[in-house]
């Protein structure tokens, strides 16, 4: 109550406004006295008062604002259909930041989710306005400072003022005029959110280079990397203050270690990461969500590129690399991320209603990509970039390969054609999608509907006790509550390793007869009968060929590859002749083999018995049990090996997400693993993937395969500027106010200043689920397939190119694809690696060297039949996109098919085989006139596993370089340089066929 005034040797007392002398007798006498004392209480008591005052005030105002708030929702209930028709009234204004309802005279702050208005609003929920949830950056609780400061303010007002509401036909910003003064303005409280759009890159706001949105005082949209870099101070702050409360009691926690502060400092970096939204909202997305949001994608990316396109054609300053490739750029990724998560969706989480959905959707989004792939003045203007000289010149090299091949690609989706032609040309576009939609998905519901029911035990015999958990786990979910695997019943289906296993260890020929016929006639009867399918789609192809110049759909497709359809044939007779003779003697082996182990000197082999006496002559030759092995490789020892090697190899370390209350990383299946990747000895993540590996019949498409879901680029995945002006204007950007140099410099500024999203990828196999409380056990298989697709995801996921077209997997040659992918598998028959990855699953002892030693030979066990099988089907692809005569009224595809594999397989096909009308990679997974890419790979993919191989995992400084080599090759360059010079850049010199020969046990 007292303090020491600075000039003076005297105390002054501000309750009873008087002075006394220095002495602390003094000081204490007057504290103590009646007058004090009554100053003191009448002081607390004003206080007291003032505290209720607030209080009322604050009661007043909460309560004014829910009366607004029921009266708004009221309306909203008496008046849908009338506020239905409002809904178009919604427009961006400029000046304040804030979207506007000419009906209402009312501003919606995005951010905030606040109304502010002069009348009550007539509540709707309109799909075309936005939330920042839509791009996946959390909405601040109660919007900024400045927000919450213009709210109190007219929550006051409105608890202090009767009316109060704005001049009819003001125009005056009613934020800005809060912020001002705090007059005219009313404030819904924190009515219902808007719905926010659940797939990632739809909708949200441009974001210019400052990180706000308008000019409107105290209000505005924060930037998302600001706001995780203020919520990373709070963090800092609330940790330091809960570190000292800490400190202080009786139970202060120890200081970190270096390695807890490492991992502490990734989950925080990681935590920042999740928040800026690039990752999809995958267990939010569902089924109605997709036609909406592909409806604002398409008009929103048309605007855009109508923007380019008068851009270019408005002549305002030279033609040049970014002014096209910049926005080109930004609209084809985020066309592409948008669709991608649905597309994902319906490969692993299938159903009608998605199904249906994806259907509707895909004539749109396949009309856009028509069209962005036929611009004329994008195509002219790259034309002028690569016939003049100078221009030419300044372009890197780089850059040069990707004008290039845009032209080239923009050729081949008919940009030159006859307007007739191209109409002609779009319509065959949209119908090939839908059959080629239509063809997988007959194909996923043929197996899906399979069952076949087995009770005899005897039946069973030879089946892994994990195979039988399975069928017993599936027959109780279909009906057989009492199923058990050890006596039934049991419920097998067409996924892979029921199949599989099936064929490999079930005793009962019979069994494996029934399985073998299902298999190969799938898709082939009945309503999910693809055979006029793979003719239509082969007839439409040869269409599209001619249409564009071209003799063959072959010809045609080899313009994105780096061999031609002749070499392609060439190189494939070469292998073939290589792999046949060894296929003929293997199969006299397994014969001879065969007749001693069933005791049948006359037997003759059957295609369902080939796979069942190779695993018996390979327990035989290599006293190694398939089902024991599988003892040695769970899968979360795989995953640790696969992750090592990668870390010795590339350089990197991979760690699971966080999962932390709001952070939790989103997911499509409780199954699915989302994972970091980090550059070794770094905290900041590079790279994300996920990992869907367990098989879902039914619903998950058979098969493994990886997606880089996000491009490592720089991208908006918002709208620009441009696609907002349209919306502004009637008629959008066909108004011929559209175009401005206003808007054209902002446009380009918008773009230059795109964030550097992290590329993240998916990961999908289809081996065999845990069952009965233990964990998923691999096949050699399966292990080799798991580190298959890493090799594509670490393409996709240590890219460094800057070229958003050219990074990762994209603007590569199809028969270059899959190099990283096949040389990533060959590590699994490395000594070093296969003893890091095989533990037991009960015991973690590693696999005995007895049983180890065996493993090698493995590698090269009947490769010639393997090849001679695989070849059949590269030359097949290759025959009906090239030679074959599709419009011949007896033509029969799938006999093109058997005929070759006659030819080349060690034993007469089975007459009934329709393994055509399943074979998703020519006829829906764009490997048409391009399945060989896995053999041109694999060649080159034994002369990169080579060099490794000489270098050594046991040498440490070696294995670095080459790995450091070959990621900065073959992993961070991507499209950017043609993988002949990629190859050249590595091994220094051209490929050879010596060490694909020698791998795999070829050599004459």
Not at 196 to 206: D, F, M
Request: with cysteine; charged share 20%; glycine share 8%.
């Amino acid at each position: 109550m007292t303090e020491r005034w600075k000039s003076n040797p005297m105390y002054w007392c501000e309750l009873c406004r008087v002075w006394m002398n220095d002495s602390k007798a003094a000081k204490f006498n007057h504290e103590q006295g009646v007058k004090h004392k009554e100053n003191l209480a009448r002081k607390l008591r004003d206080m007291s008062k003032k505290a209720d005052a607030e209080k009322q005030q604050e009661e007043h105002a909460i309560a004014a604002m829910d009366s607004i708030e029921a009266k708004a929702r009221k309306q909203y209930e008496a008046d849908q259909a009338a506020a239905q028709a409002q809904a178009g009234k919604w427009v961006w204004h400029e000046g304040s930041g804030y979207y506007y309802n000419a009906a209402h005279r009312w501003y919606f702050d995005v951010k905030t989710s606040y109304y502010y208005g002069g009348e009550p609003v007539a509540w709707t929920q309109q799909p075309g306005i936005p939330s920042a949830a839509m791009f996946g950056v959390a909405p601040f609780e109660g919007g900024d400072a400045a927000a919450q400061a213009a709210a109190k303010a007219a929550a006051a007002a409105a608890a202090s003022k009767a009316g109060g509401g704005g001049a009819a036909g003001s125009s005056k910003p009613a934020a800005a005029g809060a912020a001002a003064d705090g007059q005219n303005v009313r404030v819904v409280k924190k009515v219902v959110q808007l719905p926010s759009h659940p797939l990632s890159g739809v909708g949200g706001h441009a974001m210019p280079v400052s990180g706000r949105i308008g000019g409107a005082k105290g209000v505005g949209i924060a930037d998302p990397a600001a706001a995780a870099a203020a919520d990373a101070q709070k963090r800092k702050r609330e940790g330091s203050s809960s570190s000292a409360a800490a400190a202080a009691g009786k139970d202060a926690k120890k200081p970190q270690d270096p390695a807890e502060a490492e991992a502490l400092a990734r989950r925080e970096a990681a935590r920042q990461r999740l928040k800026l939204g690039q990752l999809p909202l995958w267990d939010k997305i569902k089924p109605e969500h997709i036609q909406p949001a592909v409806a604002t994608l398409i008009e929103e990316e048309t605007a855009s590129l109508d923007f380019l396109e008068q851009d270019l054609l408005a002549g305002n300053g030279a033609v040049s690399f970014d002014r096209i490739f910049k926005p080109l750029t930004q609209i084809q990724l985020r066309t592409d991320f948008v669709s991608g998560q649905f597309s994902h969706l319906s490969d692993v989480m299938s159903t009608d209603a998605l199904r249906a959905a994806v259907e509707a959707v895909t004539p749109a989004l396949v009309g856009f990509r028509l069209r962005l792939g036929q611009s004329k003045p994008i195509y002219n203007a790259l034309n002028t970039l690569n016939s003049s000289t100078d221009m030419w010149q300044q372009l890197s090299p780089e850059q040069q390969r990707l004008v290039s091949k845009t032209l080239t690609e923009m050729a081949g989706n008919g940009v030159g054609l006859e307007a007739d032609k191209k109409a002609a040309f779009n319509e065959i576009k949209n119908k090939l999608e839908q059959l080629q939609n239509q063809f997988s998905n007959n194909v996923l519901d043929a197996k899906g509907a399979f069952k076949l029911l087995v009770t005899d035990q005897a039946d069973v015999a030879g089946l892994a006790a994990t195979t039988l958990a399975l069928a017993a786990q599936n027959a109780a979910a279909d009906g057989h509550t009492t199923a058990t695997a050890s006596a039934g019943p049991w419920l097998l289906k067409l996924d892979g390793n029921t199949y599989s296993a099936v064929m490999s260890s079930a005793h009962n020929r019979e069994l494996r007869q029934k399985m073998y016929v299902a298999e190969k006639t799938a898709a082939s009867a009945g309503q999910y009968d693809n055979s006029g399918l793979v003719r239509d789609i082969l007839k439409l192809r040869q269409q599209l060929a001619g249409l564009l110049g071209y003799t063959s759909w072959g010809e045609y497709r080899a313009t994105s590859k780096m061999a031609s359809i002749d070499q392609a044939i060439d190189l494939m007779q070469q292998m073939v002749s290589a792999s046949q003779p060894a296929a003929a003697r293997e199969h006299e082996q397994l014969t001879a083999f065969a007749r001693q182990h069933s005791g049948d000197p006359q037997l003759r082999l059957q295609w369902w018995d080939v796979e069942y006496y190779s695993e018996r002559q390979k327990e035989a030759l290599f006293n190694l049990n398939q089902q024991e092995l599988q003892q040695y490789l769970p899968l979360d020892s795989v995953l640790k090996g696969l992750f090592d090697l990668a870390q010795k190899a590339y350089g990197i370390s991979i760690v699971k997400a966080v999962h932390d209350g709001d952070n939790t990383p989103h997911v499509w299946h409780k199954d699915v693993t989302l994972y970091q990747v980090y550059n070794q000895g770094t905290q900041q993540p590079i790279a994300y993937f996920w990992t869907d590996l367990y098989a879902r019949p039914g619903s998950k498409s058979g098969g493994a395969w990886e997606n880089g879901i996000v491009s490592g680029a720089k991208l908006w995945l918002t709208p620009s500027p441009a696609a907002l002006r349209a919306r502004q204007l009637p008629g959008g950007s066909s108004n011929p106010g559209f175009y401005t140099p206003g808007l054209a410099t902002e446009q380009h500024e918008w773009l230059e200043a795109a964030p550097q999203l992290l590329p993240a990828a998916i990961v999908v196999c289809n081996q065999s689920p845990p069952v009965a409380g233990g964990p998923s056990l691999m096949n050699l298989r399966e292990v080799e397939t798991l580190f298959h697709e890493f090799g594509h995801a670490s393409q996709d996921m240590l890219t460094t190119v800057k070229l958003g077209l050219a990074a990762g997997i994209r603007n590569i040659e199809l028969d270059a694809v899959e190099i990283p992918s096949m040389m990533q598998e060959k590590w699994v028959y490395d000594p070093a690696i296969f003893a890091s990855i095989a533990r037991h699953w009960q015991t973690q002892q590693p696999l005995p060297q007895p049983m180890f030693d065996q493993i090698a030979g493995l590698q090269t066990y009947r490769s010639g039949t393997m090849f001679a099988l695989q070849l059949s089907k590269a030359l097949t692809d290759l025959k009906l996109h090239s030679s074959y005569d599709v419009q011949a009224a007896q033509s029969c595809p799938g006999d093109v098919y058997l005929d070759t594999l006659a030819q080349i397989a060690p034993m007469a096909p089975w007459p009934g085989d329709k393994f055509l009308n399943q074979f998703r990679h020519l006829f829906y997974y764009g490997y048409d006139a391009g399945y060989y890419s896995y053999y041109w790979a694999d060649i080159i993919s034994a002369d990169i596993h080579a060099a490794f191989a000489e270098a050594g995992l046991d040498n440490a400084t070696a294995m670095s370089e080459v790995g450091r080599r070959y990621r900065d090759t073959f992993l961070s360059l991507g499209g950017s340089v043609h993988p002949q010079e990629v190859f050249r850049r590595f091994m220094g010199r051209e490929p050879s066929i010596g060490a694909w020969l020698r791998y795999n046990g070829l050599q004459q």
